[in-house]
């Protein structure tokens, strides 16, 4: 069965500081998809970031990075220079890939808080 | 090209009554996705259509709950006799027909059962 850990239920941090979000997935697929997405207190869902299994380069857009270690069935995300606007809840989602459904597996979500 | 739009945004509904919840895709897209956020938890996947069919209800209460997604027109996610641990957000997603892991979202349906 497919399943996604969010461990860190809140994160504070000061504004300008760098954060990373854990999660930790497990999966029997070979190939599959991960994903961030962004809940901010609007409630609507953005979508932050998109990888495959078979690419584990990490990737750097802007102020976010992240980190996928598949060995470890890890994908980490950062925020560098923390701004008061990333406040939201960050979800991480794992799909499998070619299957009969590509429902999105979510974990319960990191609810970041910048101060400012 | 518009988004996935979904109505009503907000619907309050006393016990007993039916909710019906709307989805248009995207302009193109032929797959729609049902998820479900209870308050305080992430979103739990509900259902999957195409066109007419029903592909994956895994996720569906077996009682009480419904979705179709009509030759022509919007999807809808039909709950009869709505009971308080209803009230949820229920985001519904849409994809191409070739690339069902690349899902944009709708804005939501909160959903206030009082």
């Known amino acids: 069965a497919q399943k996604v850990t969010q461990a860190q239920t809140e994160i504070s941090v000061v504004e300008k500081e760098d954060v990373t979000l854990d999660c930790v997935y497990e999966?029997?697929?070979?190939?599959?998809?991960l994903f961030w997405y962004k809940q901010p207190p609007s409630g609507e869902l953005v979508f932050l970031i998109r990888?495959?299994?078979?690419?584990?380069q990490n990737e750097i857009s802007g102020r976010y990075s992240w980190n996928f270690q598949k060995s470890t069935s890890s994908v980490n995300f950062t925020i560098t220079a923390s701004q008061v606007v990333d406040s939201a809840v960050y979800f991480c989602?794992?799909?499998?890939?070619?299957?009969?459904?590509?429902?999105?597996?979510f974990g319960t979500g990191t609810l970041l808080a910048v101060q400012p | 090209n518009a988004g996935v739009m979904q109505n009503p945004r907000h619907l309050v509904r006393r016990r007993g009554q039916e909710a019906r919840l709307r989805c248009s895709p995207m302009k193109g897209h032929s797959h729609v996705y049902w998820y479900r956020q209870l308050p305080e938890e992430g979103l739990k996947f509900m259902v999957y259509l195409q066109k007419e069919n029903i592909i994956d209800e895994s996720g569906m209460p077996k009682e009480r709950f419904s979705a179709e997604f009509p030759k022509e027109g919007p999807s809808i996610l039909r709950i009869q006799q709505v009971v308080r641990g209803d009230s949820a957000a229920y985001f519904c997603?849409?994809?191409?027909?070739?690339?069902?892991?690349?899902?944009?979202f709708g804005p939501g349906t909160r959903l206030t059962v009082t």
């Open positions: 999966t029997r697929d070979t190939t599959y998809y």
């Open positions: 997603a849409s994809s191409p027909r070739d690339r069902g892991w690349e899902q944009y």
């Open positions: 989602a794992l799909s499998e890939w070619g299957g009969a459904t590509n429902k999105l597996i």
């Open positions: 990888r495959n299994s078979f690419d584990e």
